[in-house]
């Protein structure tokens, strides 16, 4: 287990947790260590997602990085936005779905770093957006006072509502039977099955994160030190902690096969594990804490598997959808090398047959063999090596000029 954030300084810092075996009587000790710091991006980190190979974050620099976790290295970067890299979501570990200032919403192959499809989404900036369990819908709000609903299957859009205000975060139930709305300090809930607003939650001050511990119960966490629980039912606040000493940035919660934990960070630079009770009016008790003195923006949580983390929905049934829930392989030095060559082998041909979806049926783009204007992946090996050819050249020019 790995404990992932970003901050305002431009760092990725990760703390694997180790859980120490407990002698008879003896409480569980949660261990956190840290691992690693990546200074990848040249502004401050602003989303951060998880899946179960890699990590990747968005930054203010208009870039995606991608950390690989079982090898510890930097896998490149992902480069097609203009403008902060606002949201960042896998659905499975296929496919990631980022949005950014710039209004569009791209979906990448998570195998071979590839964008699919860019949809312009919103008029102004996309500022959150969310994936339904089942993959065939996506919810998306923006800087242009909208709500709107994707059909992944066809990638286009499926319905536009109207607000009153820009919300900043929605986020689907674990079964997407509703979903949440954030404006400021308010929060609706709405319904699927009537895509109206069932109730309004109301938080003290503006809310900055919010994680669904069940179909029902619904974390929130917002400018100030406390974390609330609230049913979406009865609307009511059933519990309240103090979790750090200064407001909390963001929320992770995920289950194992013992424990249902949450994941709070702060601006006051520390992350904290909470172990949750059964009972949700029962505040959750700390497991451990570390302090990375830096100002926390963004949270994420590896597990070097596969699981169903809340606000990281794995997909149920995604039977013709875009985004179909497969499993990722590795990619072995043959097939880099493969992808570096001009592809247009028989074999070659027939891998990419194999691995790209059904353009026609997903509603990808229309020339998959086409690359999309402007999305690359940039390695840091591979821009040393075309550096060191062009600086050769340049030297024969020189010589055969001399002579």
Excluded at 328 to 341: A, H, L, N
Aim: hydrophobic fraction near 35%.
């Amino acid at each position: 287990m790995e404990l992932v954030a970003g901050c305002y300084e431009q760092v990725l810092f990760g703390f694997a947790v180790h859980l120490e075996p407990k002698a008879s009587g003896d409480q569980e000790k949660w261990t956190p260590v840290a691992d690693f710091t990546h200074h990848a991006h040249t502004a401050s980190l602003s989303a951060v997602a998880v899946s179960s190979r890699f990590v990747v974050t968005g930054s203010k620099d208009e870039t995606i990085h991608i950390y690989d976790m079982k090898k510890k290295i930097d896998h490149g970067a992902l480069v097609h936005h203009n403008g902060t890299i606002t949201c960042l979501k896998f659905h499975g570990n296929r496919h990631l779905i980022s949005g950014a200032e710039d209004g569009l919403i791209c979906v990448w192959d998570a195998k071979k770093w590839e964008c699919l499809k860019s949809i312009k989404a919103h008029k102004g900036h996309v500022t959150f957006l969310s994936i339904h369990p089942s993959g065939k819908l996506a919810l998306s709000v923006g800087t242009d006072k909208t709500l709107r609903t994707w059909n992944l299957v066809e990638g286009r859009s499926a319905f536009i509502k109207n607000i009153k205000q820009n919300a900043h975060i929605v986020e689907w139930s674990p079964r997407g039977e509703k979903y949440v709305v954030v404006i400021l300090n308010k929060i609706d809930v709405y319904q699927l099955d009537t895509a109206s607003i069932s109730g309004t939650i109301t938080n003290e001050k503006r809310v900055s994160s919010v994680t669904f511990l069940s179909e029902s119960v619904l974390a929130v966490a917002g400018d100030e030190e406390v974390v609330r629980f609230f049913d979406c039912d009865s609307l009511m606040c059933l519990s309240e902690f103090k979790a750090h000493e200064n407001r909390v940035k963001d929320m992770v919660s995920f289950e194992t096969p013992e424990h249902h934990i949450i994941v709070t960070a702060s601006s006051d630079g520390s992350i904290k594990m909470w172990k949750l009770k059964e009972d949700k009016g029962v505040s959750p008790s700390l497991l451990c804490e570390v302090n990375t003195n830096a100002r926390l923006t963004c949270l994420g949580v590896w597990l070097d598997r596969v699981t169903d983390t809340k606000g990281s929905l794995l997909p149920a049934d995604t039977k013709g959808s875009l985004l179909p829930a497969v499993e990722p392989s590795p990619v072995s030095k043959q097939e880099q090398s493969k992808r570096k060559k001009k592809e247009s082998g028989r074999e070659v041909q027939e891998e990419e047959r194999h691995l790209k979806p059904d353009t026609k049926k997903c509603g990808l783009t229309g020339d998959s063999n086409k690359p999309t204007k402007g999305s690359s992946l940039v390695s840091t090996k591979k821009r040393k090596t075309v550096e060191m050819l062009e600086k050769k050249k340049s030297k024969r020019k020189k010589i055969r000029m001399m002579q």
